[in-house]
T-cell receptor, first 112, second 110 residues
Framework: GNSVTQMEGPVTLSEEAFLTINCTYT??????LFWYVQYPGEGLQLLLK?????DKGSNKGFEATYRKETTSFHLEKGSVQVSDSAVYFC???????????FGSGTKLNVKP | DVKVTQSSRYLVKRTGEKVFLECVQD?????MFWYRQDPGLGLRLIYF???????EKGDIPEGYSVSREKKERFSLILESASTNQTSMYLC?????????FGQGTRLTVV
């Protein structure tokens, strides 16, 4: 089946620290991979995506590389800001009805 | 600017009431989804629809039904609300390379 596993939170960092949030997936075939972010009181919004192996998605200083050999899509940022505090969801999509499968979410708290 | 709009941000309903959550998208997407979000459990799929009048059960359909009479509108129905349905409900419509979410409806059943 299809599933996504991501590291449990919360993750608490000081401003300007390096961020890694781990994500691994199980899927048949070749899924597309995504990171979504949810700010307090809001819905989810797309942060970045990668559609094939070795692709790197990037946005707002965040990066993730699609690693087929390790079935992973870890999120990284070199220097986090207080405004990055949010919940981050890793997800994959398959072409059957464009269905998305989400991880459980990782809450990030960044302290000044 | 593409949009998925949920009719309410906050709702408070009584146990046993029939509750309707409405979702509208303006992107002409065929696929629409309803999730509920609970702490520690992430997003769980309730129902989805791949065309007008077509629906499929997700992972947790019990106690819910849906309606898709028009392509742009997907409604979630709680037939008889219970306290364990207190949650954040998220609607999404998708294309192959992206899912678009509404702002969420926080439902409290008392």
């Amino acid at each position: 089946g299809n599933s996504v596993t991501q590291m449990e939170g919360p993750v608490t960092l000081s401003e300007e620290a390096f961020l890694t949030i781990n994500c691994t997936y199980t899927a048949t075939g070749y899924p597309s991979l995504f990171w979504y972010v949810q700010y307090p009181g809001e819905g989810l919004q797309l942060l970045l995506k990668a559609t094939k192996a070795d692709d790197k998605g990037s946005n707002k200083g965040f990066e993730a590389t699609y690693r087929k050999e390790t079935t992973s899509f870890h999120l990284e940022k070199g220097s986090v800001q207080v405004s990055d505090s949010a919940v981050y969801f890793c997800a994959l999509s398959r072409h059957n009805f464009n269905k998305f499968y989400f991880g459980s979410g990782t809450k990030l708290n960044v302290k000044p | 600017d593409v949009k998925v709009t949920q009719s309410s941000r906050y709702l408070v309903k009584r146990t046993g009431e029939k509750v309707f959550l409405e979702c509208v998208q303006d992107m002409d997407h065929e696929n629409m989804f309803w999730y509920r979000q609970d702490p520690g459990l992430g997003l769980r799929l309730i129902y989805f629809s791949y065309d007008v009048k077509m629906k499929e059960k997700g992972d947790i359909p019990e106690g819910y039904s849906v309606s898709r009479e028009k392509k742009e509108r997907f409604s979630l129905i709680l037939e008889s609300a219970s306290t364990n349905q207190t949650s954040m409900y998220l609607c999404a419509s998708t294309r192959t390379d992206e899912a678009f979410f509404g702002q969420g409806t926080r439902l409290t059943v008392v």
